[in-house]
């Protein structure tokens, strides 16, 4: 079974526009002039390498659906968001915006006539994006093909039905204003902070969310359940959990471009944010990215959650579990947990293994998965699905196996965890 290491840095969760830019009259005001611009083919060429950088395909675009035509259901705790058609159709999209209207949604998390936009879309991060970024990405979005195509309304519960409560939620949580470079950092680190807490909006899914939906510049990247898709997104600033502190440049940039590395796989929602994103940028700016990730790995690891389960009960669920893992594992990651890194990564030692949460080992085991097929590697390696043929103890086994087997000191499991993830959403 092929378990990641870490689903470190999206820049995905995935989540570039929740429920975020719907068609609205654009103010009249006159059009931005382009004389201190570049030429408008390569303005264009340059947003969409940003518009990838801020995996805007993955929310703007439906499974079989066309182009940033949005549509695409979010399910959330408060109920159910639709993604908005970004083309440039006059009727439907923002065919009539021009460019300060799409950079106040961006900095301002409002619509041009003011309105205030659910802050499932992470304007929280896009606030951080430079006025120039923001041009070139519009200057992209003209150049698509428009798609006439009305944006379904938001099926929300009472009473976050009720857009007047935004208001007070941006009072909590919202930090409006670009990034600014830390004169004390090098230049790389600072491009790749930008990336980071900007355009890749990490921290939508590597901070914790409360129960207003909203979080705590003072947990950033420390990690928390992503409530929408069922995963956990580990922290990444604790060496326990996805924290990048003790891997080299190379690993973080591989597991970043390729999706595998020495040290990890990806899978789950990180995968799709390789796969839509992390692949297509350059190297600089990759290597930025994991200087920047690297840096972040320094923070007290949290001490792993105990088990709610006997002691007896751990033990006995530990020897079924090894033997589970001998007729169904153990060929592909040893014997004794060391793997066949890049494809077949380790047990023994895993980071990912032994974290608080036992989400993503469980999610693995029931589901399988692959890593995302890249430029860097084309043909990935996958793991195949036991939910068909391990029962809910079975899994429970196998997992706390892995979690306690070979110095790895995650807490066990119980049964009841793999069936409440039985039933998840596969995407």
Same mark, same amino acid.
């Given at each position: 079974?092929?378990?990641?290491?870490?689903?470190?840095?999206?820049?995905?969760?995935?989540?570039?526009?929740?429920?975020?830019?719907?068609?609205?009259?654009?103010?009249?005001?006159?059009?931005?002039?382009?004389?201190?611009?570049?030429?408008?083919?390569?303005?264009?060429?340059?947003?969409?390498?940003?518009?990838?950088?801020?995996?805007?395909?993955?929310?703007?675009?439906?499974?079989?659906?066309?182009?940033?035509?949005?549509?695409?259901?979010?399910?959330?705790?408060?109920?159910?968001?639709?993604?908005?058609?970004?083309?440039?159709?006059?009727?439907?999209?923002?065919?009539?915006?021009?460019?300060?209207?799409?950079?106040?949604?961006?900095?301002?998390?409002?619509?041009?006539?003011?309105?205030?936009?659910?802050?499932?879309?992470?304007?929280?991060?896009?606030?951080?994006?430079?006025?120039?970024?923001?041009?070139?990405?519009?200057?992209?979005?003209?150049?698509?093909?428009?798609?006439?195509?009305?944006?379904?309304?938001?099926?929300?519960?009472?009473?976050?039905?009720?857009?007047?409560?935004?208001?007070?939620?941006?009072?909590?949580?919202?930090?409006?204003?670009?990034?600014?470079?830390?004169?004390?950092?090098?230049?790389?680190?600072?491009?790749?902070?930008?990336?980071?807490?900007?355009?890749?909006?990490?921290?939508?899914?590597?901070?914790?969310?409360?129960?207003?939906?909203?979080?705590?510049?003072?947990?950033?990247? &420390? *990690?928390?359940?992503?409530?929408?898709?069922?995963?956990?997104? +580990? %922290?990444?600033? $604790?060496?326990?959990?996805?924290? !990048? #502190?003790?891997?080299?440049?190379?690993?973080?940039?591989?597991?970043?471009?390729?999706?595998?590395?020495?040290?990890?796989?990806?899978?789950?929602?990180?995968?799709?944010?390789?796969?839509?994103?992390?692949?297509?940028?350059?190297?600089?700016?990759?290597?930025?990215?994991?200087?920047?990730?690297?840096?972040?790995? &320094? *923070?007290?690891?949290?001490?792993?959650?105990?088990?709610?389960? +006997? %002691?007896?009960? $751990?033990?006995?669920?530990?020897? !079924? #579990?090894?033997?589970?893992?001998?007729?169904?594992?153990?060929?592909?990651?040893?014997?004794?947990?060391?793997?066949?890194?890049?494809?077949?990564?380790?047990?023994?030692?895993?980071?990912?293994?032994?974290?608080?949460?036992?989400?993503?080992?469980?999610?693995?085991?029931?589901?399988?998965?692959?890593?995302?097929?890249?430029?860097?590697?084309?043909?990935?390696?996958?793991?195949?699905?036991?939910?068909?043929?391990?029962?809910?103890?079975?899994?429970?086994?196998?997992?706390?196996?892995?979690?306690?087997?070979?110095?790895?000191?995650?807490?066990?499991?119980?049964?009841?965890?793999?069936?409440?993830?039985?039933?998840?959403?596969?995407?």
């Amino acid at each position: 079974m092929t378990i990641s290491t870490s689903y470190n840095a999206k820049i995905l969760a995935l989540a570039i526009g929740l429920a975020a830019v719907a068609t609205a009259t654009s103010s009249t005001r006159a059009e931005d002039t382009t004389s201190a611009q570049p030429p408008a083919a390569s303005l264009a060429a340059q947003g969409e390498y940003l518009a990838r950088a801020g995996d805007c395909i993955a929310c703007h675009t439906k499974p079989e659906g066309k182009l940033f035509a949005g549509g695409r259901p979010m399910p959330t705790p408060f109920g159910t968001l639709y993604t908005s058609n970004i083309t440039p159709d006059p009727e439907t999209g923002i065919g009539k915006w021009n460019a300060d209207d799409f950079y106040a949604t961006m900095h301002n998390g409002r619509f041009p006539d003011g309105g205030l936009i659910y802050p499932a879309m992470p304007f929280g991060s896009y606030t951080k994006v430079t006025r120039k970024d923001s041009d070139a990405i519009f200057a992209y979005l003209k150049t698509v093909p428009p798609v006439k195509q009305a944006n379904r309304p938001h099926d929300l519960k009472f009473p976050y039905n009720n857009r007047s409560l935004i208001l007070g939620w941006r009072t909590l949580f919202f930090y409006q204003g670009e990034y600014k470079p830390d004169p004390k950092q090098s230049d790389e680190w600072n491009r790749g902070a930008y990336l980071v807490e900007g355009l890749g909006h990490c921290g939508m899914c590597h901070t914790a969310i409360n129960a207003l939906g909203g979080s705590s510049e003072s947990e950033a990247f &420390q *990690g928390g359940l992503i409530p929408m898709q069922n995963w956990y997104a +580990p %922290s990444l600033t $604790s060496n326990k959990e996805a924290g !990048l #502190g003790d891997w080299s440049i190379k690993d973080i940039t591989d597991l970043l471009k390729t999706g595998v590395s020495a040290r990890g796989v990806v899978f789950g929602p990180m995968a799709e944010v390789v796969y839509n994103s992390l692949q297509y940028l350059s190297d600089d700016d990759v290597r930025a990215m994991a200087v920047y990730l690297k840096s972040l790995g &320094q *923070g007290a690891p949290p001490q792993p959650a105990a088990s709610n389960l +006997p %002691s007896s009960e $751990s033990s006995l669920l530990s020897v !079924l #579990g090894k033997t589970i893992y001998d007729r169904h594992c153990a060929s592909c990651h040893g014997a004794e947990g060391l793997g066949k890194p890049p494809h077949y990564p380790p047990l023994a030692g895993n980071q990912s293994i032994q974290m608080s949460s036992a989400v993503n080992p469980i999610r693995m085991v029931l589901n399988g998965g692959y890593p995302p097929g890249t430029a860097g590697n084309p043909m990935p390696y996958g793991m195949p699905p036991f939910a068909q043929s391990l029962s809910d103890d079975e899994v429970a086994a196998v997992v706390t196996y892995i979690r306690t087997a070979w110095g790895n000191r995650g807490a066990a499991v119980s049964a009841h965890e793999a069936n409440a993830l039985r039933a998840a959403p596969l995407d």
